[in-house]
């Protein structure tokens, strides 16, 4: 594809109520990344994909917040029960992975729980 | 892991004057560092990056300056103009390929 591509670009939900975010990276990125970005805040790191290798999975604030990665392709983060702490960016980035590391981000979903 | 810290928050300049960014990384494995600007509302966007096997890169009005042996890199903006009003990131990637971003600058050049 021609970019990062994540969708929705903006999901309002209820407290307590599961949402799952898509994230369709440049074809043939090895890595990719996940990352929370609340207002006038800094790049959380949440997830890392690498190729087939287990993902790094540092940076997920809870066992609510888990990420899955089909082979090189879509991935998705899925935020359950979620809480008005929750409401931020949420930014995919790819990249062609070992020896190439410039990283192309996504226009993110904005999330916003009430 | 890879720790990257970043000075200074945030930033304000007179159009014309320069400005300097640091960061400094805990990984003596990193080989890479690159520098993105996010304009208000928009994506992050890769404006340049250096390698370990060099100590300074250019690029009109940007440079990075990289210093291994102190494990600090630097970005510089010479004839600020409003339009590089912006968060500048750092980031480091460490010997387990992960980036590792900065928590950014607030740079605001004022006319």
């Known amino acids: 594809g021609a970019g990062v591509s994540q969708s929705p670009s903006n999901k309002v939900t209820e407290k307590g109520k599961d949402v799952e975010l898509r994230c369709d990276p440049i074809?043939?990125?090895?890595?990719l990344y996940w990352y929370r970005q609340r207002l006038g805040q800094g790049l959380e790191f949440l997830i890392y994909?690498?190729?087939?290798?287990?993902?790094?999975k540092s940076g997920l604030p809870s066992d609510r917040f888990s990420a899955e990665r089909t082979g090189e392709s879509v991935s998705t983060l899925t935020i359950q029960r979620t809480q008005q702490e929750d409401s931020a960016v949420y930014l995919c980035?790819?990249?062609?992975?070992?020896?190439?590391?410039?990283?192309?981000f996504g226009s993110g979903t904005q999330l916003s729980v009430l | 892991g890879e720790n990257v810290e970043q000075h200074p928050s945030t930033l304000s300049v007179q159009e014309g004057d320069s400005a300097v960014i640091k960061c400094t990384y805990s990984?003596?494995?990193?080989?890479?560092f690159p520098w993105y600007k996010q304009e208000l509302g928009k994506r992050p966007q890769l404006i340049i990056d250096?390698?370990?096997?060099?100590g300074e890169k250019k690029d009109q009005r940007i440079a990075v300056t990289l210093n291994k042996t102190a494990k600090h890199f630097s970005l510089h903006i010479t004839e600020t103009q409003p339009e590089d009003s912006a968060v500048y990131f750092c980031?480091?990637?460490?010997?387990?390929?992960?980036?590792?971003f900065g928590k950014g600058t607030l740079l605001t050049v004022n006319p």
């Open positions: 074809s043939g990125h090895t890595a």
């Open positions: 250096i390698r370990s096997n060099v």
């Open positions: 980031a480091a990637r460490g010997s387990n390929y992960k980036l590792t």
């Open positions: 994909f690498q190729g087939n290798s287990a993902p790094d």
């Open positions: 980035a790819s990249s062609r992975g070992t020896g190439d590391e410039k990283l192309f």
């Open positions: 990984d003596s494995a990193s080989n890479y």
